[in-house]
């Protein structure tokens, strides 16, 4: 029976429910990208393979650490801390390289390499701020689950870099944006593209335990943010993937419906064509039999197709105007 008090056993079923959402939106996006494969795509995997390593850490110290060396135990800790920053800042990029892949504008992807550029070197200084503030302070590896006790210094770097890089990632495609003439389209890419606002409340909620409480509760909320991270970048390319679905599937019904259209039109004009043939060939039959002219019996075989039709367009007629009742 698990102990859901046990903050290893909170850690734990945090990881495994977080990470299993935010894997199969990564598995879906690569199926649906499947053959297009950018790299946007090659960042949202990289992404995916840290939170594997994550996985790996959080799993390594849940499951029964008095079994590991305290090498072991502290490996695990760094493998979980460098696998937090590497998570986060490759779905940025992933977002950022999806932003470079659907602009067309040269000057503004240039510009937007350099920012590439600087969210990794930013993601190697948090990595390395992690060890020069870790290991000048040895005591709390001698623990049977080893936790670096991070400063404000850390937490800071954190936010400010975390609110910045959401501020570019939601500022960066609003020229893109405003370029669509379809409000709606832009308004749909404008919502999706501002999903980053999510990863910096997160963000912020992991800030605010840094600099209070510390403990599990800093490591659940590092793992909620990770994991919406990964999600959020997969957002654009799921939700597209949706629409563009329901759409195809909303252009099929009509297609069906014009083709049923078409045929049952078809039918009724060679049913009308073989009811006039057989009419005059009737009327030449007669003619022959009576001596009586052929123009006046297709007169009134004449007349009576009309009469046909002219019903036909009444009933048409009355159709239209229940329809535009029921419509209003």
Known sequence: MLNLQDP????????????FVAVS???????VRWGRLWADDAWAVFSMLSLFCQIAGVFMRVSNPVHLSPLSRVASYYIMAISFYTIIWAARLSILFSIIRLDPDQDQRRRL????????????VLIAQLF???????DWKKALSPQCPLDKEVAICQLIS?????VILILAPLKLLAGLEDKTLRLRLM???STCIVTTIVSLVHAAYILTLGGSKVVIAALVEDCISLIVCNIPVVITASIRLRERTQAKKVTEHSTFMKFA???????????????????????RVTGKPEVEINSSVFDLVTDKRATGTIREERTSTAKDYFDA
């Open 265 to 287: 039109s078809r039918a009724m004009t060679q049913k009308e064509t073989r009811f006039q043939t057989t009419a005059f060939s009737l009327d030449e039959l007669a003619s």
């Open 162 to 166: 975390d609110i910045i890089a959401d």
């Open 113 to 124: 390499f350099w920012v590439a550029g600087l969210f990794t070197t930013v993601c190697l």
């Open 191 to 193: 919502v999706i593209f």
């Open 8 to 19: 290893l056993v909170q850690i734990g079923i945090t990881s495994a429910v977080c990470s």
């Open 25 to 31: 939106s990564t598995v879906h996006r690569i199926y």
């Open 132 to 138: 020069w503030v870790c290991e000048p302070k040895p």
